[in-house]
């Protein structure tokens, strides 16, 4: 394979950069060309010139958060016509494979360029966690840390004023952030769409804090458990008491990987050259028992990633 592109796509997570950096540092070695595709899917539909990739080019990279090669939502890529349109750009510039770094969406349009004759490799970036098949994806740990941040110093005021905090974090449909953050960040509570909750035993819970004197409350909310607005007026109802809502929104999607986020982007990418190059396509490289593997991109989506039910008892054993 001697042309070959990389592109990242959806939310953009920390890390990816580092990924950029290893497929085209890879590519570059085993003597590929390997060329930019600049705002992901949309950038193939809109016919962006693709950049040639030079070592230079993903230098001074590595530590920063977002990605150098933008990124973009394309919901027309679920629509065969616009399928064909992208899959033809990339033939008419003589690309042979694609690496596509991104989540489950990505993923999916990436087959469909499979199917139309372009081989590709996915690497999962995503700082939802929400992949089935792998155990973490590039974004996750610097996202959690990021929230961790957030609950330390939202404990310093909340233990000030004696007050209960709701804190609602991303995660799109899914409880994966939020669980990490509530278990590492000892959160009193987390609410996830996964797991049914009971606005009353949540009540109980800062109750029962109050009684054994402790001065705050800290209940984790995930974006996809329900409107955190409504969940403060009907705590607030319940408890008459001194609440705050805290919404981190992107601030958790920004800022420097870390090292495990750098490291998983290092040999995620370097493993998706690597596929490309032994004439394989349709595989993402997944991270299962601190090894990455060749993994059907079809499995990344055709389950969706299981809860941990288990870590989320022990988190709420572990903040009584
Ligand atoms: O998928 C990553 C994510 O940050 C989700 O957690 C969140 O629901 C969504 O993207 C937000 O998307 P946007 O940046 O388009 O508002």
Request: proline letters at 2%.
């Amino acid at each position: 394979m001697k042309k070959i592109a990389v592109m990242t796509s959806g939310g953009d997570a920390p890390g990816m950069n580092a990924a950029v950096r290893a497929v085209v540092r890879r590519g570059i070695n085993l003597g590929c060309s390997v060329f930019g595709v600049r705002r992901g899917y949309t950038g193939l539909l809109n016919g962006n010139k693709l950049i040639e990739m030079e070592l230079g080019s993903v230098a001074d990279i590595i530590h920063r958060g977002g990605t150098i090669l933008l990124t973009a939502r394309a919901p027309e890529m679920f629509e065969p016509a616009y399928q064909d349109q992208a899959a033809d750009f990339l033939k008419k510039e003589g690309i042979e494979g694609l690496v596509v770094i991104g989540g489950e969406g990505s993923f999916k349009g990436a087959l469909t360029l499979e199917e139309r004759g372009i081989k590709v490799s996915g690497v999962p970036a995503t700082i939802d966690n929400d992949i089935n098949g792998t155990e973490q994806t590039i974004g996750f740990d610097t996202a959690v840390n990021t929230i961790l941040d957030a609950v330390n110093k939202l404990r310093d005021t909340a233990t000030s004023h004696e007050r209960v905090f709701l804190l609602e974090v991303m995660g799109r449909n899914n409880g994966f952030l939020a669980l990490a953050a509530g278990l590492a960040g000892g959160a009193e509570s987390i609410l996830v769409p996964e797991m049914e909750y009971d606005l009353d035993e949540v009540c109980e819970r800062v109750l029962h804090g109050i009684r054994r004197q402790k001065a705050h409350s800290i209940i984790v909310v995930a974006e996809g458990a329900g409107d955190v607005f409504y969940i403060n007026e009907e705590i607030k109802k319940r408890l008459k008491a001194d609440i705050r809502v805290t919404v981190l929104g992107h601030i958790q999607r920004g800022g420097s990987p870390s090292a495990v986020d750098r490291m998983l982007g290092s040999r995620m990418g370097a493993l998706a050259v690597d596929l490309l190059s032994e004439g394989k396509s349709g595989y993402y490289t997944a991270f299962r028992g601190n090894e990455v593997f060749p993994t059907s991109l079809k499995q990344s989506f055709d389950q969706a990633r299981k809860f941990p039910e288990e870590l989320y008892k022990l988190a709420l054993i572990l903040a009584r």
